[in-house]
């Protein structure tokens, strides 16, 4: 398992809160070793890997559970967008009557409920895959402060599950963003979704966190993975 840093900057003035998902998104794109034509996203967001795919392609079916993100996603008569909950196996009893030349998932695993279950899903359906899974230490020292563990699985647990199922590279990078404002931190958590929408902590806990916050940066884990 290789592990790499980068850092970047919060672009506040460009109202930008998924710095670290186009990052990512990119990076998949940019290491992918064949140009496939029939392509699944799970997780599709607004659309981050598609708009990356720079060649022509016959297929791409887009997965989301939230009709919100589909609406927003490109389309064309080459793009399906589907909603669909990765977390159901009807889901993947459809997904696995296709022939896709590559899966893809970005940023969006992370919060699958039993990912275990969700990567034999995935094996099952015989494709190379690029996915992009976040990891532990994000929010690492922003979690010690509050106190609380963090709600994703270790780039251990996750390396040894997709090594059950995957003959795969493994690598996982740690990103930093810089801000200027210890307030635009907390902004950029509840409006980029990296929490998953979650709200761990109470109003009060939040005021005391940002006083108490060390840093001027969120720190990320993300763990890459593609096949061999
Ligand atoms: C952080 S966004 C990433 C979106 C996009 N892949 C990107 O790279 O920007 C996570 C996406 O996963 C979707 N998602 C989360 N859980 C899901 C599930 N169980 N089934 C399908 N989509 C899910 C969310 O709706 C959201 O669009």
Same mark, same amino acid.
């Given at each position: 398992?290789?592990?790499?840093?980068?850092?970047?900057?919060?672009?506040?003035?460009?109202?930008?809160?998924?710095? %670290?998902?186009?990052?990512?998104?990119?990076?998949?794109?940019?290491? #992918?070793?064949?140009q496939p034509k029939e392509i699944l996203d799970?997780?599709c967001?607004? *659309?981050?890997i598609n708009?990356?795919v720079?060649w022509d392609y016959n297929r791409f079916t887009a997965i &989301?559970?939230?009709?919100?993100? #589909?609406?927003?996603h490109p389309k064309s008569d080459k793009v399906k967008c589907n909603?669909?909950?990765?977390? +159901?196996?009807? /889901?993947?009893? +459809?997904l696995?009557k296709e022939n896709y030349e590559h899966v893809f998932?970005?940023?969006? /695993?992370?919060?699958?409920?039993?990912?275990?279950?969700?990567?034999?899903? =995935?094996?099952?359906l015989?494709a190379?895959?690029? /996915?992009?899974?976040?990891?532990?230490?994000?929010?690492?020292?922003?979690?010690?402060?509050?106190?609380? &563990?963090?709600? /994703?699985?270790?780039?251990?647990? !996750?390396?040894?599950?997709?090594?059950?199922?995957?003959?795969?590279?493994?690598? !996982? %990078?740690?990103?930093?963003?810089?801000?200027?404002? =210890? &307030?635009? %931190?907390?902004?950029?958590?509840?409006?980029?979704? !990296?929490? *998953?929408?979650?709200?761990?902590?109470?109003?009060?806990?939040?005021?005391?966190?940002?006083?108490?916050?060390?840093?001027?940066?969120?720190?990320?884990? !993300? #763990?890459?993975?593609?096949?061999?």
């Amino acid at each position: 398992m290789k592990i790499e840093k980068e850092f970047s900057r919060f672009a506040h003035e460009y109202g930008k809160y998924n710095v %670290i998902q186009e990052k990512v998104a990119q990076k998949l794109i940019n290491e #992918l070793q064949s140009q496939p034509k029939e392509i699944l996203d799970l997780g599709c967001g607004n *659309g981050a890997i598609n708009k990356k795919v720079f060649w022509d392609y016959n297929r791409f079916t887009a997965i &989301d559970f939230s009709q919100k993100m #589909l609406d927003l996603h490109p389309k064309s008569d080459k793009v399906k967008c589907n909603l669909g909950n990765f977390n +159901e196996d009807t /889901l993947f009893e +459809e997904l696995v009557k296709e022939n896709y030349e590559h899966v893809f998932s970005a940023s969006s /695993l992370q919060w699958a409920k039993d990912l275990d279950a969700v990567l034999y899903q =995935i094996s099952q359906l015989n494709a190379p895959i690029s /996915l992009a899974i976040f990891t532990s230490n994000t929010f690492k020292t922003l979690l010690e402060t509050a106190g609380i &563990d963090s709600p /994703l699985k270790s780039s251990e647990e !996750v390396s040894y599950l997709l090594n059950q199922y995957f003959r795969c590279e493994i690598e !996982v %990078i740690n990103y930093e963003l810089s801000f200027d404002k =210890i &307030d635009e %931190i907390f902004t950029y958590i509840k409006k980029s979704g !990296v929490s *998953g929408g979650r709200n761990v902590l109470s109003y009060k806990q939040v005021k005391a966190l940002m006083r108490n916050y060390p840093l001027k940066t969120l720190e990320f884990e !993300v #763990l890459f993975v593609r096949s061999l």
